[in-house]
């Protein structure tokens, strides 16, 4: 049971190249999310899923896009990447709400962008 | 719009006196409150959740929060800190939808031996 896995776990960008990021979960998890997490501002939420083929704006989304095609799966991409989106993301799963149950997080990607 | 503060960014304490990291909430219902914590280079766990049950809540590794609504606050404590517990901890409110939520900007635990 490897949990919550991320694809990459370091990446070095040019301003306006592309890339996308793998999430996995074994946990059968019906949510999913990707939040960054920036010096002292916490996490804060890109977007999220409810479900396979379902995508939701989180607090942050401009610049990212995502897709669910398979349950265990959430890809988040960076069409036009720009330095403002350096930064560590993490991605996360819970079964249900998270205004009730216990997220269960990856351990990141880093990524510079230059 | 729901928010959370974390009064302090940085707390140190010496090995085997109390710790005390303090969150102060806003939010126009009765949010439920976790605490995560974040060991270095690692993902986020939860040590404890509020969701309108008992105001005082026990979590892993002996840490605790109380929740006061008069106060507005959910200040995690422990009474003995281990080295191990050397990490960054986030305050978090949900918000009313339950779907979403919000991370305060952090404490970082020092230990010293």
């Known amino acids: 049971n490897a949990g919550v896995t991320q694809t990459p776990k370091f990446r070095v960008l040019k301003t306006g190249q592309s890339m996308t990021l793998l999430c996995a979960q074994d946990?059968?998890?019906?949510?999913m999310y990707w939040y960054r997490q920036d010096p002292g501002m916490g996490l804060r939420l890109i977007h999220y899923s409810v479900g396979e083929g379902t995508t939701a704006k989180g607090e942050v989304p401009d610049g990212y896009n995502v897709s669910r095609l398979k349950k265990q799966n959430f890809l988040l991409g960076l069409e036009s990447a720009a330095p403002s989106q350096t930064s560590v993301y993490f991605c996360?799963?819970?079964?249900?709400?998270?205004?009730?149950?216990?997220?269960?997080f990856g351990p990141g990607t880093r990524l510079t962008v230059l | 719009a729901q928010s959370v503060t974390q009064l302090d960014s940085h707390v140190s304490v010496s090995e085997g006196t109390p710790v005390l990291l303090r969150c102060n909430y806003s939010s126009s219902y009765s949010p439920s409150l976790f605490w995560y914590v974040q060991h270095p280079n690692k993902g986020l766990q939860l040590l404890l959740k509020y969701t309108s049950a008992a105001t005082l809540v026990k979590g892993i590794n002996g840490f605790e929060a109380e929740f006061k609504k008069s106060e507005t606050s959910f200040h995690l404590t422990k009474p003995s800190a281990h080295m191990s517990d050397a990490a960054e901890y986030f305050c978090v409110v949900s918000n009313n939808a339950g779907n979403m939520l919000t991370f305060g900007g952090g404490t970082r635990l020092m230990v010293k031996p």
């Open positions: 946990m059968n998890h019906e949510y």
């Open positions: 996360a799963s819970s079964y249900s709400w998270p205004s009730t149950d216990t997220q269960y």
